[in-house]
């Protein structure tokens, strides 16, 4: 059974910091990117960073860059976002997502909620 299990999420105060995590069993991490979604209340999911390997490149939406720190631990079969120096506008529901690597294959995780608030 494919499982992604979110954890981390919370409430925070502006300019404060999270770190998301995401478990992942039943498949082999190693052949899968990872990625971390958001969807705010009334908006669209939309990508917020992916990493192919440990140590590998990464690539963030522009809103996240320089704030935002994806990795990834195989061993562990984890993927992290740190997330640093938040904003009102992070504040949304935070999704894990394995892509298959060259195959239409998507595991999505349950979500994590993060709340960016006085």
């Known amino acids: 059974q494919v499982l992604l299990v979110e954890s981390g999420g919370g409430l925070v105060q502006p300019g404060g910091s999270l770190r998301l995590s995401c478990a992942a069993s039943?498949?082999?991490?190693?052949?899968?990117?990872m990625s971390w979604y958001r969807q705010a209340p009334g908006k669209e999911r939309e990508l917020v960073a992916t990493?192919?390997?440990?140590?590998?490149?990464?690539n963030y939406a522009d809103s996240v860059k320089g704030r935002f720190i994806i990795s990834r631990d195989n061993a562990k079969k984890t993927v992290y976002l740190q997330m640093n120096s938040l904003k009102p506008e992070d504040a949304a529901v935070y999704y894990c997502?394995?892509?298959?690597?060259?195959?239409?294959?998507?595991?999505w995780g349950k979500g994590t909620l993060v709340t960016v608030s006085p």
């Open positions: 039943g498949f082999t991490f190693s052949s899968y990117a």
């Open positions: 997502n394995a892509k298959r690597i060259g195959f239409p294959i998507n595991y």
């Open positions: 990493i192919i390997s440990p140590g590998g490149s990464a």
